[in-house]
RNA sequence: GGUCCUGUAGAGCAGCGUGGAGUGCUCGCCACCCUGUCAAGGUGGAGGUCGCGGGUUCAAAUCCCGUCAGGACCGCCA
């Protein structure tokens, strides 16, 4: 028999059906039997009168987050808080009953349910609806990188030289020499577009060995990659990527605007384009700090965006212009003014969430910028190739799925974004 | 990498300042009771290497040193 999702039983009073799920709640009493059954859709009260059948047993020897499978007479009933319904059963099956006692509960600390990470999101609606919302995040990026033009393309996560000069990388054992983990598919996504891939769109992991101890930082996460060809400046990627995060959001609201505002009490705002835009040199007046020449700090990005937030109503905001000193040596600059390049940070309610830039397409350029960062061209010879033979002006950014999802929900860490996360500490289960 | 905080029963905590028998709280677990429960209720019970190692002491969960694990912030980044 094909299983019901316990949301839809409202459709079948007075019909058998079969509902598959979780033991939630037990209560056994002398003459009724209570069982709270939860599936994915939602959660249903079982109630058995005992009659001396085996059924009283079966009952009997459930234990809570029991996997079962339940048969029986969908039923009308007022006197059922939990939705006025419940099911008489004909037949319960156990199909693998769980030990006990539970090594998580309502209580348990972040670290103990990271350890028993499938039964906190099992028991908890609104750590799976984390998962919901980014189905539909990625699928809605996908239809609008799609409607743009874009290629989805997949790039190694294995490299044999480390892809970006600075940032550190895992290193493993590759048959008697050294490989290393992506950290980001940068360099890759620009041999796609010099391999003629007008716009590229990526999704996948990287890697990153910074011993980082934050609330949104993570060794391993999913990153949203895009690069375009042809772009008159680096105005059209920060176009592209306002446009494509207001499609996002109009999609989740649609979607699970309701639920997001019942479980996390955030109410998902589908963004006016153009987002707000500030420089780099402007940020610091702001903070009243003009001629500053370092790059914005967390305390600082989150004033910035209360700033903005509060003189344009806006969530976003597009900080440009970073300096040169802080930016790897492959991010253009504006002519003229060697000192900054055509890059930007995308701020959202204070994190941030993208960084973005023009490439450097001309490969004499280029070259000259790696040796004034100290970057070792040797190791960059396939890289640097791309610019040698027709390599159109480009530009793009990379976004983290795990942050968008950790600002959109209002979670207090990304940890609580990502399925099973991985930091410094982590690595299981 | 830096600063700070935490580690006590299955979960979450109190106890530590001023050393004196694993002392306690909420939940869970096990058994029994309970004729409609629904945050169920009642009675009883089990469950501990006080993270680990060393030291001081007649005596250490408590004081000291080391170590491991976790968290927050900073740095760095997405």
């Known amino acids: 028999m094909i299983r019901v999702p316990i949301a839809s039983l409202r459709e079948h009073v007075g019909e058998t059906v079969t509902i598959a799920g979780w033991a939630a709640t037990l209560r056994l009493q002398r003459a009724l039997q209570f069982v709270l059954v939860r599936d994915h859709t939602g959660t249903v009260q079982v109630t058995h009168r005992r009659d001396g059948t085996p059924l009283d047993a079966e009952l009997d020897g459930l234990t809570v987050e029991s996997a079962v499978r339940v048969t029986g007479v969908v039923t009308d009933n007022p006197v059922v808080s939990l939705g006025g319904l419940e099911i008489i059963p004909e037949r319960v099956t156990v199909e693998n009953r769980a030990a006990t ?15 028993w990470r499938f039964l906190d999101v099992r028991r908890r609606p609104a750590a799976r609806l984390v998962f919901a919302v980014q189905t539909t995040v990625e699928q809605a990026m996908r239809e609008f990188a799609y409607a743009n033009g874009c290629t989805e393309m997949h790039t190694p996560k294995l490299m044999g030289a480390a ?12 048959f008697g020499r050294s490989a290393y983990l992506a950290q980001s598919p940068q360099f890759y996504k620009q041999m796609a577009i010099a391999a003629g891939i007008d716009r590229v769109f990526e999704v996948g992991p990287v890697f990153r060995a910074e011993p980082s101890f934050t609330s949104r930082h993570a060794t391993e996460f999913t990153g949203v990659d895009v690069e375009l060809a042809w772009i008159s400046d680096v105005g059209d990627v920060m176009e592209f990527e306002e446009r494509m995060l207001a499609h996002v959001l109009a999609a989740v609201e649609a979607e699970h605007g309701e639920q997001i505002t019942e479980h996390f009490g955030t109410k998902v705002t589908v963004p006016s384009t153009p987002f707000p835009r500030i420089t780099m040199a402007q940020a610091h007046e702001l903070l009243g700090r003009p ?17 903005i937030a509060q003189r344009t109503g806006h969530e976003f905001a597009f900080v440009t212009s970073y300096p040169a000193s802080v ?28 960084t973005g830039a023009q490439r450097e397409h001309r490969y ?46 209002g979670l207090d860490s990304i940890r609580e974004a990502t399925f099973l996360f991985r930091g410094p500490n982590r690595l299981t289960p």
């Open 327 to 354: 930016r790897p040596f492959y991010h253009m600059r504006p002519a003229g003014e060697p000192d900054l390049t055509c890059s930007f940070d995308l701020l959202w309610r204070g994190l941030e969430i993208t």
């Open 101 to 115: 006692p539970l090594p998580v509960d309502d209580n348990t600390g972040p670290e103990g349910r990271l350890d």
């Open 291 to 307: 001629g500053e020449r370092d790059d914005l700090d967390p305390a600082g990005e989150r004033a910035v965006s209360a700033h």
């Open 364 to 409: 004499d350029v280029l070259v000259s910028q790696a040796a004034e960062k100290g970057v070792g061209t040797g190791p960059l010879r396939d890289y640097l190739n791309c610019f040698r033979y027709g390599c159109p002006p480009h530009g793009g950014l990379g976004l983290g799925l795990g942050r968008l999802l950790m600002v959109l929900l």
């Open 163 to 174: 892809s970006e000069s600075g940032a550190e990388v895992f290193e493993l054992g590759y």
